[in-house]
């Protein structure tokens, strides 16, 4: 049922439209639109993924900001966080992580948001990417790499599952 | 994907910007915006209870939709694009202080009686046998309303966007003012607002960079899935959805006269379309507007503006509603005309 569907996605998709909007009313708005577009879908007898939430909820973002504001959007949304961050051993590498994301295409930097922070796996991250697997795959490998550059240390890949927060 | 336990992943935990607890409940806000999508099919954008909340400009800023590029140094006059078009501006309860100005919408006059298909069908043979490549530029003239309850704009100050491709692949994106209008387009005078022409923004962008919603429409075969994969539409989108798509995809990519022919022709096959007649767009130029309002039903209708020697050469998005106190019905909320 559409309500199971919400309350088991909702809290999702306002997370992920806070992640990449500087307001949180336009992160709920973006989150109201895309249950909008999933009612529609489900009443035209589709079923209803979470990726697929994510993909809409990204068009919906991408509909409010071009190119660039997509960026700067990010770029709030981080300055927040990292203004808000408490003094500690890795402060200056968040900080660097930061703006090390900037630095990355919009698609890259959506891949390793959809992997680190909304924990989609690969078949996941393609369906919100509208990319194959393959794709998918070779997208975060090549974020990762400049990430590992721009940060100067390598990352360790461990095999434990990645799974949602 | 794995994750696992590298270094990266605790980064990115520890820079989360998620405000929303994980484990948060929903409330009677987030049951009550269930319940609104679940009794209306058109947009609840702002009809679900989500009140404005004030933001750091101290005042509620809902981002409109908008078709164009924006580039960092405009981003605090993008931000006065607010309110979504397909929303209430004003809460139930509130009293307008003013109605926003819009553009006096195109008048068309009836052609003899024809098939919107067969028309758009006709228009595709003619544009396809004109064996035109894709140009390196895409240019085009937006206005978007912007409207704030206690501000509502007086003036219709539209932009131009002219987006080069580059042989090495880099784009440069640049934004022009375009003057100041009355509703009927005349220009107005006295207004602290820079001169038609005036560059307000460039942005360059290298390789890749450029943030393209839609993949190179070269070699599409399948124009239905082409428009519903870059335009984000469902998988029974609307013949209003293929027009708003259609609008997104001139705004960022040039076609040839094959591809924008073979673009029409599948629009030619879908349903609830109306011929509105002959029109004098934005920019002078006659073409046939048809329309659709079968996105948002008797309350939106989105509008092309077509011709058979240049295919889709405007968009217009008009509010037909009842609900808002701040537009009289017919009013443009945006358009995007094409050159």
Same mark, same amino acid.
């Given at each position: 049922m559409f309500e199971h569907v919400f309350h088991a996605n909702y809290v999702l998709v306002r997370r992920y439209a806070e992640r990449r909007v500087p307001s949180a009313a336009l992160a709920e708005d973006i989150a109201a639109e895309t249950f909008t577009a999933a009612w529609v879908r489900y009443q035209q007898g589709d079923s209803i993924e979470l990726p697929w939430l994510y993909r809409v909820a990204s068009n919906k973002i991408n509909d409010h900001f071009r190119s660039a504001e997509r960026k700067r959007a990010v770029e709030e949304t981080l300055e927040r966080v990292l203004s808000e961050q !408490? !003094?500690?051993?890795d402060t200056l590498e968040k900080i660097a992580l930061g703006r090390s994301l900037l630095k990355l295409t919009d698609r890259e930097r959506e891949a390793i948001l959809l992997t680190y922070? !909304?924990?989609?796996g690969a078949a996941e991250v393609a369906v919100a990417l509208s990319c194959s697997v393959a794709s998918a795959w070779a997208i975060l490998s090549r974020a990762r790499k400049k990430l590992r550059a721009l940060l100067g240390e390598p990352f360790v890949a461990g095999l434990t599952d990645g799974g949602r927060k | 994907m794995n994750t696992g336990n590298d270094s990266l992943a605790r980064l990115m935990s520890g820079i989360d910007?998620?405000?929303? $607890?994980?484990?948060s409940a929903l409330g009677e806000r987030e049951l009550a915006l269930l319940e609104r999508v679940q009794s &209306?099919?058109? @947009?609840?954008h702002n009809q679900a209870g989500l009140r404005p909340r004030g933001t750091d400009n101290g005042r509620a800023a809902r981002i409109r939709r908008f078709r164009v590029p924006s580039f960092a140094v405009v981003a605090s006059l993008i931000a %006065?694009?607010?309110?979504?078009?397909?929303?209430? /501006?004003l809460w139930p309860g509130e009293t307008p202080l003013a109605r926003a100005v819009t553009p006096k919408p195109l008048v068309a006059v009836p052609i003899g009686d024809q098939q919107p298909g067969s028309l758009l069908q006709s228009m595709s043979e003619s544009l396809g046998a004109s064996n035109q490549p894709a140009a390196s530029r895409v240019r085009f003239q937006n206005w978007a309303l912007a409207f704030t309850p206690d501000d509502p704009p007086q003036s219709i100050m539209p932009q131009r966007f002219d987006i080069t491709t580059l042989p090495d692949g880099s784009t440069v994106a640049e934004r022009r003012a375009a003057g100041n209008f009355d509703p009927a387009g005349h220009q107005l005078s006295g207004f602290d607002y820079p001169s038609p022409?005036?560059?307000?923004d460039r942005q360059t962008y290298q $390789?890749?960079?450029?943030?393209?919603?839609? /993949?190179? =429409?070269?070699?599409? &075969?399948?124009w239905g899935t082409y428009l519903r994969t870059g335009g984000g539409l469902g998988a029974h989108p609307s013949t209003g959805d293929y027009f708003t798509a259609v609008k997104n995809l001139l705004v960022e990519r040039s076609l040839s006269s094959t591809q924008h022919a073979e673009m029409l022709a599948f629009l030619s096959t879908? $349903?609830?379309?109306? %011929?509105?007649g002959t029109v004098t767009d934005r920019l002078g130029r006659t073409g046939i507007s048809v329309s659709t309002d079968s996105r948002d039903p008797g309350r939106t209708r989105d509008v092309l503006v077509v011709t =058979? /020697? @240049?295919?889709?050469i405007a968009y217009e998005h008009v509010y037909t509603g &009842?609900?808002? /106190?701040?537009?009289?019905? $017919?009013?443009?909320i945006d358009y995007d005309a094409w050159f």
């Open positions: !408490e !003094e500690g051993a922070w !909304e924990g989609l | 910007p998620a405000m929303t $607890p994980p484990d &209306t099919s058109v @947009h609840i %006065i694009l607010v309110v979504a078009a397909t929303s209430m /501006s022409g005036t560059l307000l $390789p890749g960079q450029y943030g393209y919603l839609f /993949s190179s =429409p070269d070699g599409v &075969t399948d879908q $349903p609830d379309i109306r %011929i509105d =058979p /020697s @240049h295919g889709v &009842t609900d808002r /106190s701040d537009l009289q019905a $017919p009013a443009v």
